[in-house]
């Protein structure tokens, strides 16, 4: 629960369940078709849970930021592939609200998000370096890119992007900016079709001679330096990124405990307690990433980016193992179309490429621990 008001509070979790439990009649239709759902996103804003991050003084719902994992990980149980491109939305959010917790103006962003914007983050296969080209011009630049992918994009108001402007006076640099979604140059291709999150839409995003005002920048940075933006980014996001996929392995113990609930075979018992270890260590990983977290008041330190990482890799092990053994606990049924698990294991694996992947992970991890750079 969450006070919003003196006199109010709301049941953030309940609506979230609304929500889901609308959704989950379609849910196996989408996953052998890929379609995104526009209306699970307009489900989302009706509801008001795509402005619950908001602080309550900006007209949002004054969630917290562990809230919102709670919120995240209930749609997860019912809509893996909505929870987790909704996911990329509200990490957005709390970005801004990471910001605004620390003396920085995101009033803007919060009346857009308030009157109904879906931001969506076209980041996901950048990094430090970001890729596209810009061409300064007068009054901003000029860009063309081609970013995937772009989760939800289909339902999406804001593009938040970053662009390489390699031909920056003191070298090359990247440009932070957001872009409406209907500028002219901006266009989607429909190319993701994956093993699983079939129906999240993370499509390509195009941006062809695209101008962007100087206004819309909100970053320019140079594109050989660690920026500290993305300490923000990981602690604000990787919490409620990983608590969508651990929605998704709620929903595949409760599945596996309810085909097996007559049972009462030795190999049974173990396995099931087998996936209870791995569900209770996923959940109390992610419940570290939220309590270091500290409502979105964490230091933007490389320290706790890499706390915050070391967690999410060691999470996605956890949810993964949790998910098998709920397939290897009911058996040949779990293994076959038929079956629920069989999506949930396919779409649990989509937690491996959030960043950052294993073996960028370990390699940022070593190298603050030892003292240097996260990157080389």
């Not at 000029?142 to 992918?149: L, Q, S």
């Not at 595949?252 to 099931?272: E, G, I, K, S, Y």
Request: charged share 20%; proline share 5%.
């Amino acid at each position: 629960m969450t006070t919003i008001s003196p006199d109010l509070t709301t049941d953030w979790t309940a609506l979230a369940r609304q929500v889901g439990e609308s959704l989950r009649p379609e849910v196996a239709d989408r996953d052998r078709s890929g379609e995104f759902s526009r209306t699970a996103f307009e489900m989302l804003r009706v509801a008001g849970l795509s402005a619950a991050l908001v602080p309550a003084e900006f007209g949002g719902g004054g969630a917290t930021h562990r809230e919102m994992g709670a919120i995240l990980r209930e749609l997860g149980r019912h809509d893996p592939s909505t929870a987790v491109a909704f996911a990329m939305h509200t990490h957005l959010v709390a970005a801004q609200v990471w910001r605004h917790n620390h003396g920085i103006d995101a009033a803007p962003l919060f009346g857009k998000v308030v009157d109904g914007a879906i931001l969506i983050s076209t980041g996901a296969a950048d990094w430090v370096g970001s890729s596209g080209r810009a061409e300064r011009v007068d009054g901003g630049y000029r860009v063309h890119a081609r970013k995937t992918p772009a989760s939800g994009v289909e339902a999406g108001t804001v593009l938040v992007t970053s662009i390489r402007w390699e031909d920056a006076p003191d070298g090359p640099h990247v440009l932070h900016c957001a872009i409406p979604v209907h500028t002219a140059g901006v266009h989607i291709e429909k190319t993701w079709d994956t093993l699983g999150l079939r129906a999240t839409g993370s499509h390509t995003v195009v941006f062809d001679d695209v101008f962007v005002p100087d206004a819309a920048v909100s970053l320019l940075r140079r594109a050989d330096t660690w920026p500290p933006l993305l300490n923000v980014v990981m602690g604000a996001a990787m919490p409620l990124v990983m608590a969508a996929y651990l929605g998704i392995a709620d929903g595949a113990v409760d599945l596996a405990a309810a085909l097996v609930a007559d049972r009462a075979d030795a190999p049974t018992f173990q396995l099931a307690g087998e996936m209870v270890n791995a569900h209770t260590t996923a959940t109390d990983l992610i419940d570290a990433m939220f309590a270091g977290s500290d409502n979105l008041r964490f230091d933007n330190t490389d320290s706790h980016a890499s706390r915050t990482l070391s967690r999410k890799t060691a999470a996605a092990d956890a949810l993964i193992d949790t998910v098998r053994l709920a397939i290897e606990t009911v058996g040949g049924l779990g293994y076959s179309r038929a079956c629920e698990l069989e999506m949930r294991y396919r779409d649990i694996h989509g937690c491996l490429f959030h960043p950052l992947p294993r073996a960028k992970q370990t390699q940022f991890t070593g190298r603050v621990l030892l003292g240097h750079m996260p990157i080389g």
